[in-house]
Nanobody, 127 residues
Framework: VQQQASGGGLVQAGGSLRLSCAVSGFKISEHYVIAWFRQAPGKGREVVSCISHEGGRKYYADSVRGRFSILRDNAKKEGYLYLDSLEPEDTAVYYC????????????????????WGQGTEVTVSS
């Protein structure tokens, strides 16, 4: 299974981006939780947002709640992260990931919970 995150780039503070996670291979999108992580320069990888199999449950990190939105389209086998009101602190490489199950917050926040990872897309926010 291959995953690619796309849609990153350079944007000014206050701007918006849409990241896309296209999952190819066998039909798994509706069977997997989709998550977005990010890793800023010199920092560890942290979870940003998660969405359950049918999209009914969502999790957002405190730092992005109210500014980012996670969505999925199981018919297209894609997941999306909409980034609004971007801040320089949002500068990072963003990764999409897939897990078999939804879980407690501590599990969703753990990199080990996820079975597949994308290659990452870079987001740079200038002040």
């Amino acid at each position: 299974v291959q995953q690619q995150a796309s849609g990153g780039g350079l944007v000014q503070a206050g701007g918006s981006l849409r990241l896309s996670c296209a999952v190819s291979g066998f039909k798994i999108s509706e069977h997997y939780v989709i998550a977005w992580f990010r890793q800023a320069p010199g920092k560890g990888r942290e979870v940003v947002s998660c969405i359950s199999h049918e999209g009914g449950r969502k999790y957002y990190a405190d730092s992005v709640r109210g500014r980012f939105s996670i969505l999925r389209d199981n018919a297209k086998k894609e997941g999306y992260l909409y980034l609004d009101s971007l801040e320089p602190e949002d500068t990072a490489v963003y990764y999409c990931a897939a897990a078999l199950n939804w879980g407690a917050r501590s599990l969703l926040q753990s990199r080990n919970w996820y079975n597949y990872w994308g290659q990452g897309t870079e987001v740079t926010v200038s002040s």
